[in-house]
């Protein structure tokens, strides 16, 4: 089981790898997105300062998005995605091997990135950890709850923009509570809560959205 | 292989198949024992490949249950899917990795890693040797589809193999090692399901279903 787990991770990074211009767009964009931001609202460092963390984190959530249809698309189209339903290891497993594949892909970059994004924003340099950290905790669920949007709109026509409307709405608590963190701490409360609550909402969706995936692969595979 | 020939294994009670609208196939029996051939026929879009797809369980019939020695199989779940491979009409060949990486992937899924040496063998049987190591972009599709049932001589152990259109772009010499591979997996006492238009000439133990269009 633990063989198959590995495989499929190891595939999937191996593909990304060969195929690097996929990681590359979604970098790009969250980077690009996050410097529109500073020319299109004026240079005020204090006004930067406040609205960083819920620019960057919006951006990371909109990079994300974007990477999500990959997700099964292509497995889906050339028949391995079968393979996955008819293999032996349970397939909540399997899915969670592939999240995980996609989240080192799109989301990991992302949360290497985002320190060197909030210096465009003059964000206090001893809080990017903090900023850092939360979107290390908040990308994983960001894939996970995706996960269950992907799966549900496999192979259906204008899927994108349905996986949108479903998955938007489900990934506010993670922006409120991600954002929340870096805000509270160059507020001075700490950010402690707000990253306790993303490790909670990682701990959980971790636990069960591989499973939901699953099923709604399993439903759309019929 | 525990099974002696003539224990029946797979067994279809009472299948109906309805797809949208329209009704593929209605009040389907049929019972596989061991070291039997299901060959499928008919003309295209009478329902053949929902059929497999119905016995492999990635589709759930309209009516009726396919049972693996006396259990349904959506009850089965991973336990029946340990003892099955199935071929589908798509390849599963991804065009980024090479052959030997495809099969790796393969046989890793279904729960029987294989060693490279192991792999390399199949590929060589199936007449891929000097292929190994090239992007599966770069092959033809024929080459392709060989690369696909490369895993069928990887796969002695599996009681139940499921073939849609095994020999479809295959050209005359792979049909025939096809064959072989086939012919062999029945004498050890296995069942093979497949659907295809040629009429292969596997002598073994044959039954026949032919869908009508309706």
């Avoid at chain 1, 003059?122 to 960001?142: I, K, M, Y």
């Avoid at chain 2, 070291?35 to 026929?41: F, P």
């Avoid at chain 2, 369980?57 to 049972?67: A, I, K, S």
Wanted: glycine share 10%.
């Amino acid at each position: 089981m633990l063989a198959a787990f590995r495989c499929v991770i190891h595939r999937d990074l191996l593909l990304a790898a060969r195929r690097s211009s996929d990681v590359l767009t979604v970098l790009l964009f969250f980077v690009i997105v996050v410097s529109l931001f500073p020319l299109g609202v004026g240079p005020d460092p204090a006004l930067l300062r406040t609205i960083a963390p819920g620019v960057i984190w919006v951006a990371a959530l909109l990079a994300s998005m974007l990477a999500l249809q990959r997700m099964f698309a292509s497995d889906h189209a050339d028949g391995t995605l079968e393979q996955m339903l008819l293999g032996a290891t349970p397939l909540g497993m399997t899915v969670a091997a592939k999240v995980f594949a996609h989240w080192v892909i799109s989301g990991l970059p992302l949360v290497l990135i985002s320190p060197v994004l909030a210096l465009q924003f003059d964000f206090p340099q001893e809080f990017l950890g903090v900023l850092a950290l939360s979107l290390a905790l908040g990308t994983p669920v960001l894939s996970l709850i995706g996960a269950i949007g992907a799966a549900l709109t496999l192979g259906l026509r204008g899927g994108g923009a349905l996986l949108s409307l479903l998955v938007l709405p489900l990934y506010v608590p993670v922006l409120i509570i991600g954002a929340g963190a870096a805000e509270a701490a160059v507020s001075g409360l700490g950010g402690k809560a707000q990253l306790l609550l993303l490790g909670a909402l990682l701990a959980f969706a971790g636990a069960f959205a591989p499973w939901a995936a699953a099923a709604a692969l399993r439903i759309s595979s019929e | 292989m525990g099974k002696k020939a003539g224990t029946p294994s797979l067994e279809a009670v009472d299948l109906h198949c309805t797809r949208g609208e329209r009704k593929l196939f209605g009040a389907l029996n049929f019972t596989l024992r061991s070291g039997e051939l299901l060959r499928i026929g008919g003309a295209n879009g009478s329902g053949k490949t929902s059929l497999l797809r119905i016995a492999c369980g990635l589709l759930e019939p309209t009516r009726g249950e396919v049972r693996w020695a006396g259990e349904n199989i959506r009850r089965l779940q991973e336990e029946f899917w340990r003892q099955l491979v199935y071929v589908g009409h798509a390849n599963a060949i991804k065009d980024d990795l090479t052959a030997a990486e495809n099969l790796h992937v393969a046989c890793t899924l279904a729960g029987v890693p294989r060693q490279p040496a192991q792999i390399g063998e199949a590929l060589r049987r199936l007449g891929l040797a000097g292929c190994e190591n090239l992007p599966a972009r770069v092959l033809s599709q024929g080459q392709r589809r060989r690369t696909a049932l490369a895993r069928l001589a990887l796969s002695e152990a599996m009681p139940l193999w499921i073939l849609d259109e095994p020999f479809a772009a295959l050209d005359a010499a792979a049909v025939e090692h096809v064959q072989d591979l086939i012919a062999e997996h029945l004498s050890r006492g296995a069942a093979v399901i497949l659907t295809t238009h040629l009429e292969a000439k596997i002598t073994a133990a044959a039954l026949r279903i032919d869908l009508e269009t309706s």
